[in-house]
């Protein structure tokens, strides 16, 4: 089993379309999560931490639930700008080594 | 200021030839890790260096990959005798300091075949 898993997609929406990912993780000794964005062929870089309590960065909220090993990533009003592959990460305690999911593509469409 | 720089951007070679990637980090930045994309498995942590600590080696998926790293700064990373499933992206990130406070920032990698 994977240790960190996503719906792989694609997800096609329209502009304006609220859409929701979700991410889960085996390794309870997981500690930090983060949500990264990769355009095609393009590196990856971070869209934002996601901490126990919820946080939110504009059209963006990410939860965390860690008792189920729950991460998701919620996008409101979604942008033609939004279309790529969303990435689930986490860190083990004790490492500094990033863990993947393998992503989940979004398309926004007109 | 520049980001974190890696050469060649594109790489082909024949199966059975040796390779060695290049990676320039953020200047200051004293960790630098390495991780390949392939089709299929998504990114894979390689291999990772913090200050002179002795390098975590435990993502090199066999004997024919290594990686150093000079002056705590510059990283070659190296594989020897390719083999078809080598073909991948070969990403580096570097960040501040260790931890999961640090942010890791990725070079536009070198996307690697493997004939």
């Known amino acids: 089993r994977k240790e960190v898993e996503q719906d792989p997609g694609p997800f096609n929406v329209p502009e304006g379309a609220t859409v929701a990912f979700n991410c889960t993780y085996s390794n309870s000794a997981s500690q930090s999560f983060f949500w990264y964005r990769q355009d095609c062929r393009k590196e990856p870089k971070l869209l934002m931490s996601?901490?126990?309590s919820g946080n939110e960065d504009g059209r963006f909220t990410a939860q965390l639930n860690r008792a189920s090993q729950y991460i998701s990533l919620l996008i409101r009003d979604s942008k033609l700008s939004d279309s790529a592959t969303y990435l689930c990460v986490v860190i083990v305690r004790g490492y500094s080594t990033l863990t993947f999911g393998k992503g989940t593509m979004l398309l926004v469409s007109p | 200021g520049a980001g974190v720089s890696q050469s060649p951007s594109n790489k082909v070679t024949e199966k059975g030839k040796d390779v060695e990637l290049r990676c320039d980090p953020i200047?200051?930045?004293?960790?630098l890790y390495w991780y390949r994309q392939s089709l299929g498995q998504g990114l894979e942590f390689l291999i990772y260096?913090?200050?002179?600590?002795?390098?975590?080696k435990s993502g090199l998926p066999s004997d024919r990959f290594s990686a150093e790293r000079t002056g705590g700064s510059v990283s070659t990373l190296t594989i020897q005798r390719t083999q078809q499933e080598d073909s991948a992206v070969y990403l580096c990130a570097s960040s501040l300091g260790a931890g999961d406070m640090y942010e890791q920032y990725f070079g536009p990698g070198t996307r690697l075949t493997v004939t």
């Open positions: 996601v901490y126990s």
């Open positions: 200047s200051g930045h004293t960790a």
């Open positions: 260096f913090q200050g002179n600590s002795a390098p975590d």
